[in-house]
Nanobody
Framework: EVQLQASGGGLVQTGGSLRLSCKASGFTFDDHTIGWFRQAPGKEREGVSCISASDSSAFYVDSVKGRFTISTDNAENTVYLQMDSLKPEDTAVYYC?????????WGQGTLVTVSS
């Protein structure tokens, strides 16, 4: 059974930092791309960043480039999202995701709130 456990959210002031973690199980971690998405109140879910666990190639949406860094610990089957210089518009529930055997799997979400 595929499981994704996200953690690390919280309340932070503008300019602060948080590190999100996504612990994965139930599939071969090294062979897949893991993504972070977010959904702000009243808005659609959007992709934030993703990383290939095999070669660490990464993608970032323009709004977070230079502020967020995605990484993996393949020994721990964990993906991290280091978020620096946070802005109020980063406030959202953050979800990790993997596409495995032709379907999407989602973690339970972790809330990030950035106060102005």
């Amino acid at each position: 059974e595929v499981q994704l456990q996200a953690s690390g959210g919280g309340l932070v002031q503008t300019g602060g930092s948080l590190r999100l973690s996504c612990k994965a199980s139930g599939f071969t971690f090294d062979d897949h791309t893991i993504g972070w998405f977010r959904q702000a109140p009243g808005k659609e879910r959007e992709g934030v960043s993703c990383i290939s666990a095999s070669d660490s190639s990464a993608f970032y949406v323009d709004s977070v480039k230079g502020r967020f860094t995605i990484s993996t610990d393949n020994a721990e089957n964990t993906v991290y999202l280091q978020m620096d210089s946070l802005k109020p518009e980063d406030t959202a529930v953050y979800y990790c995701n993997v596409f495995w055997r032709r379907r999407d799997y989602w973690g339970q979400g972790t809330l990030v709130t950035v106060s102005s």
